[in-house]
């Protein structure tokens, strides 16, 4: 039984075991009260099932007042039926007299249901007299059931007996047949305990307490086993280290337990000891049932029976597994502080150059150390946005990931981030275990098989300049604190060892500029004598820097005092003094230098010496003097010549005056010609055969320069296409000729080497008095694409006429084919029929979308039209790109808010984006950028004057970009030609262009593109715009395959497949049908049936009578006819011919039989 003591509420009891059977002798109501209902309240506090068994002189009422006066929330307790209170009339007297064994295995089965229940046992009570229904002798003999059984059960007791009708006898009975008894005297309570119990419990507690010391105390194993070394005995202590029991053990070799390395070596020694009657002492290594691996040293001996005779064996194992742990820490850091002390000294004493071998080797020695499969050191930069894996070393048979992990972004992995930049070790047992929130962390561990790492951040004073890491990619891994420890100290000695390196650097940088720089640079101590001087210095005073070094500034100075009265004090007052100073060379002679003086201050502010920036100024004041000489003798000169100057103005003044009058002519003939020129619509380009000469803005512009001087001088040959070389020489040559040159259209070459289409006159003219050649040239660029546009489109208009010609007879070709797949689904049932008809059903379906296609082209059919909202197209189309293009490929948008709607197709609209798009990823074959924007344009007149196919009003534009190949100028004209791709075979229809420009076109709107090879594409969809942003969605009707019943169709079409098979459809359908060829016929047929006839399927094209005049001729002869018309085209120009008559659906070919069926029901409906 267990020996956990439980609480019993009560405060002269306190703490009794499991097991205990006591007794309450009592006065009153109230001595009740006091030690019960504490008693129940503890019981409810420790988790235990608590039955109260009632009588007078309390009751049920009595019992669950007093209880709710000390549990307040008591009812929560009974609602979970954490407590019972009953009368004993249900209990001890239940079916109307008390049986013993009864009661007891009832209260054996409710400890059961409570353990079964999760509680920790049961707390119950009971008044053991009722007057007139139970005698004495049986009631002692349930007590003595109770006393005997109760030790063996998680059960507390308390047996209430009124002290009032108690006799002597019955006091003693009742004392012998409990523990202990409770009872008030003179107002305290009193324990009373069993005299003849107490001394049997002493005794064997006695008893036990020697074994308990011997065996069960210790915590070491001990057992006993026969001469084959099977187990005959052991203590508690060997069953918990080991994790076994005694029915796994006992019986059982004891060398079970012994570590497999270690059990030969433990046998030989036991048989030895067997054999030659002798104790062992030895270490070895056990292994518990969990596989736990257990240190102990192990102490056996022979144990003889009465004859003297070896019985078995007596041992004792003493684990001593802390012990080894212990050794082994202090052994491993003993190791690891040597290992750090080589790596520190081993970078004191590096150079720079050696910082990243040392770094790479240091990684191995520490990983190795460990036992970890990777280590690897990341640096920060850019500001410790970006990270790179700068250093990595890797165990056997470990894939390298260093050259993965360059240029990372910090922002990708904003969880590790987080922690990092707080400088926090990052340590991850478990990679599998990381939080919903580090997802990207746990992407990117996994994708390097990493299970386990440790992360130590390197700082640098407070800067966080990277991280130390070890990575486990074998096993799972919990890192210990002395690894951590141990990245810790080397993260230190790499972050010194690269500070040194950058610092080291920079002052090799710096010493090389000073040593070099031109001026002469000297640092003093605060008092003025030279510690360092630059070479510059040797130059201008005469002394080596060994000579120099030593002196003070004094001794250079033509004045010993100044620098001690002026400099040093002005320096030492504002931080900085700069002026003329007079000073000696060493050879004795004296010149003048510009000394710019200034305070060096340490770390913490303090002044710690004085720079100084020397100049030689005796040549820059040499100048001077000789500048000021030269004003002089110019002033004496000027003073000469101008009396004479005087006298030759008078005679001049005349002179001048006349010719002021001729100049002040030539000047207004030139101001009208310069006028004429520069405001010129048309470029002027004057030469003389070999370079240029002048030339307008206009023509500055053509030629893209920013002003007309950069085009003066250049030879006349640059801006001519090498193309036009000839037809320019031949030009020339008249123009030497004196012959009239005529009007040519010809490219230029721009002073950026583009080209540029113009037309070019030439005139012979007088230009500052010399024959020169006058070219009037107009830029022609606009004019060319408005041409080139005109032709792509009269183009597009005939090869569109000729592909739906072609689409319509297509169109009845798939229509029996689609018309007649129900049909033969009824009829062929087997599996490989039924598969060959959905390949038959899948081209057919893929050619009706390919002719769809090409109508699209062709004519700009119009699907449904709605007022839609763009951006939802959009949004769907980024989405799908998102989840299927290459992730080198990044997406970009920027959609206006408040984009206005239009009226269009979405579905039509959809595969225009996603071609555009589908076109720009084939040009990133190595990733780059899609861009999709879309913004509100008014187009106004000007721009309807450039763009042929362009109306005022409001659109607008979606634009979608790529930065790919770009597309080059010789096939930029070919691009919507239908059946036109680059792509290789099998890659590309070269209907995609074509199509997104028909469906485009028949929305009313236009494209553009815009290319430039090697920098990439664009084009922009401009479509007519409602000027609204509020969005229209239709609703699509769900429908079931509607049946006739026998209504008469009329089927009209010349095409006898489409009759034959429409005819068997719409009969299987519970139609009945009659057919004819062509209108007339159909005619004919009508009237014979007028009455019958419920609908009129009919065809749109056929010979002798159309389909629109078949129509007006039926609505004449009955007004109500419902008709459906069909036809090969979309084509709403042959719809609108039979707009105004009572046509009440359109289906176009080919068709399914599920739409022909929903229509006809819904015609006749």
Not at 12 to 29: D, E, I, M
Not at 182 to 188: A, H
Not at 988 to 1017: P, Q
């Amino acid at each position: 039984m267990e020996e956990k003591r439980r609480n019993t509420g009560i405060d002269r009891v306190g703490q009794v075991p499991w097991g205990t059977h006591f007794c309450l002798f009592y006065h009153t109501r109230e001595d009740l009260i006091d030690i019960l209902v504490p008693y129940f309240k503890t019981g409810l506090e420790n988790n235990e099932f608590c039955m109260w068994v009632t009588s007078e002189p309390i009751s049920e009422k009595d019992a669950m007042e007093a209880m709710i006066k000390a549990v307040p929330d008591l009812d929560s307790y009974l609602e979970k039926g954490h407590i019972e209170i009953v009368p004993h009339t249900e209990w001890y007297l239940k079916g109307g007299g008390f049986n013993l064994h009864r009661v007891l295995d009832a209260w054996i089965d409710k400890l059961n249901q409570a353990l079964a229940e999760g509680y920790a046992g049961i707390r119950v009570t009971g008044d053991a007299i009722w007057p007139g229904k139970i005698d004495w002798e049986h009631l002692i003999n349930y007590e003595k059931e109770v006393n005997n059984a109760i030790d063996r059960y998680r059960m507390l007791a308390i047996c209430t007996y009124p002290l009032d009708r108690c006799g002597a006898s019955e006091v003693i009975d009742v004392v012998g047949t409990h523990r202990f008894v409770i009872t008030k005297r003179g107002g305290e309570w009193e324990l009373i305990e069993n005299a003849e119990r107490k001394r049997a419990e002493r005794l064997i507690k006695e008893s036990e307490e020697r074994y308990r010391n011997l065996v069960e105390l210790t915590t070491d194993i001990i057992y006993i086993s026969d001469r084959e070394g099977n187990k005959v005995f052991m203590n508690d202590a060997g069953y918990r280290i080991l994790e076994t029991t005694p029915e796994e053990a006992i019986g059982k070799s004891w060398l079970k337990w012994v570590h497999p390395d270690d059990r030969e070596r433990t046998e030989e020694k036991f048989m030895k000891m067997i054999e030659h009657s002798i104790d062992f002492l030895d270490e070895n290594r056990l292994v518990s049932k969990s596989g736990r691996i257990i240190n102990v040293l192990h102490n056996v001996r022979v144990l003889r029976n009465e004859k003297g005779e070896i019985a078995g064996v007596h041992g004792i194992a003493r684990d001593i597994t802390e012990r080894k742990h212990a050794e082994e820490a202090l052994q491993h850091r003993i190791e690891m502080e040597k290992l750090i002390a080589g790596i520190s000294t081993h970078f004191i004493n590096i150079s720079p150059d050696e910082v990243d071998s040392s770094i790479d080797h240091t990684l191995k020695t520490i990983g190795e150390f460990a036992g970890v499969d990777r280590s690897y050191v990341f640096r920060f930069y850019d500001g410790g946005i970006k990270m790179d894996n700068t250093h990595e070393w890797c165990d056997d048979g470990i894939e390298p990931q260093i050259q993965n992990l360059k240029g990372l972004s910090v922002d990708d992995l904003p969880w590790f981030a987080e922690r990092i930049k707080k400088l926090k070790t990052f340590h991850v047992p478990r990679v599998t275990d990381l939080p919903p929130e580090a997802y990207a962390e746990k992407e990117h561990f996994q994708m390097q098989d990493i299970k386990s790492l440790i992360v130590v951040p390197m700082v640098s004073g407070t800067s966080l300049i990277g991280f130390l890491g070890f990575d486990s990619v074998r096993v799972e891994k919990t890192w210990p604190e002395e690894d951590i420890r141990l990245l810790k100290m080397v993260g230190e000695i790499f972050v010194h060892a690269l500070e040194r390196r950058r610092v080291e650097e920079s002052l090799m940088l710096f010493s090389e500029a000073v040593e070099e720089a031109p001026n002469g640079v000297q640092i003093t101590d605060l008092d003025g004598y030279i510690i360092y001087s630059n070479r510059a210095v040797e130059d201008i005073y005469g002394f080596s820097p060994a000579e120099y070094k030593g002196r003070h500034v004094n001794e250079m100075n033509v004045d010993p005092e100044f620098a001690s009265s002026v400099i040093l004090p002005g320096i030492k007052e504002t931080g900085r003094w700069i002026g003329e100073v007079m000073v000696r060379h060493k050879d004795g002679h004296a010149f003048p230098v510009w000394l710019n003086a200034s305070v060096i201050k340490n770390s913490r502010g303090e002044p710690i010496a004085i720079m100084g920036i020397i100049t030689d100024i005796t040549e820059r004041k040499r100048m001077e003097e000789a500048l000021h000489r030269a004003h002089d003798e110019l002033e004496l000169r000027v003073q000469e010549r101008t009396a004479e100057l005087e006298e030759a103005n008078r005679a001049l003044q005349a002179e001048i005056t006349e010719r002021m009058r001729a100049e002040e002519a030539l000047r207004a003939s030139e101001e009208r010609y310069r006028r004429l020129v520069e405001f010129s619509p048309d470029g002027i380009i004057v030469h003389n055969l070999r370079e240029i000469i002048f030339v307008n803005p206009v023509a500055a512009k053509i030629l893209g320069a920013s002003n007309p001087q950069e085009l003066i001088g250049i030879p006349i040959r640059r801006i001519i296409h090498p193309d036009y070389c000839d037809i320019v020489k031949e030009r020339l040559r008249m123009e030497k000729e004196g012959k009239e040159v005529p009007l040519i259209e010809e490219k230029f070459l721009r002073i950026d080497g583009s080209p540029v289409d113009v037309e070019v006159v030439v005139i012979p003219c007088t230009y500052m008095g010399k024959r020169e050649a006058h070219a009037v040239v107009r830029d022609i660029t606009e004019k060319k694409k408005l041409e080139a546009q005109l032709l792509r489109a009269q183009r597009m208009e005939s090869i569109g006429t000729l592909a739906g010609g072609i689409a319509h007879d297509i169109n009845n070709i798939l229509t029996p084919i689609m018309l007649s797949m129900e049909l033969f689904r009824e009829r062929f049932t087997d599996e490989e029929s039924k598969k060959l008809l959905d390949i038959v059903e899948r081209s057919a379906q893929r050619g009706s979308n390919m002719v769809k296609q090409v109508m699209s082209f062709a004519r700009g059919v119009e699907g449904e039209r709605i007022a839609l909202q763009v951006t939802h197209i959009i949004a769907e189309i980024v989405k799908v790109i998102k989840e299927t293009f290459p992730r080198s490929i990044e997406i970009r948008t920027d959609i206006l808010k408040g984009i206005w709607m239009i009226s269009g197709d979405a579905t039509q609209l959809h595969q225009v984006l996603m071609n555009l798009c589908v076109n720009a990823r084939d040009a990133m074959p190595y990733g780059g950028i899609l861009s999709i924007t879309a913004e509100n344009v008014l187009i106004d007149d000007n721009y309807v004057r450039m763009n042929i196919e362009a109306k005022v009003g409001p659109y607008i534009v979606i634009a979608v970009s790529d930065t790919g190949d770009g597309i080059s100028p010789e096939i930029f004209d070919r691009v919507f030609e239908p059946f036109f791709t680059t792509k290789e075979p099998g890659k590309g229809t070269g209907l995609g262009l074509s199509t997104a420009l028909a469906i485009v076109k028949s929305h009313g709107g236009f494209i553009n593109i815009y290319s430039e090879v090697g920098r990439g594409t664009t084009f922009k969809i401009h479509l007519p715009a409602l000027k609204t942003t509020e969005t229209q969605r239709s609703e699509e009707q769900q429908y079931e395959i509607p049946v006739g019943h026998g209504e008469l169709i009329l089927v009209v079409d010349d095409e006898v497949q489409i009759r034959e098979i429409t005819r068997r459809t719409l009969e299987k359908y519970g139609y009945r049908v009659i057919t004819a060829a062509d209108g007339a016929e159909a005619i004919s047929l009508y009237l014979q049936h007028k009455e019958e006839v419920k609908a009129v399927l009919m065809d749109m094209i056929m010979p002798i009578m159309e389909g629109p005049a078949s129509i007006r001729a039926l609505s004449k002869l009955n007004s109500n006819i419902k008709i459906i018309a069909v036809s090969g085209l979309a084509d709403k120009d042959k719809f609108a011919k039979v707009a105004d008559t009572k046509v009440h659906a359109f289906l176009t070919k080919p068709y399914t039989a599920e739409r022909l069926l929903k229509t006809i029901h819904e015609v006749i409906k």
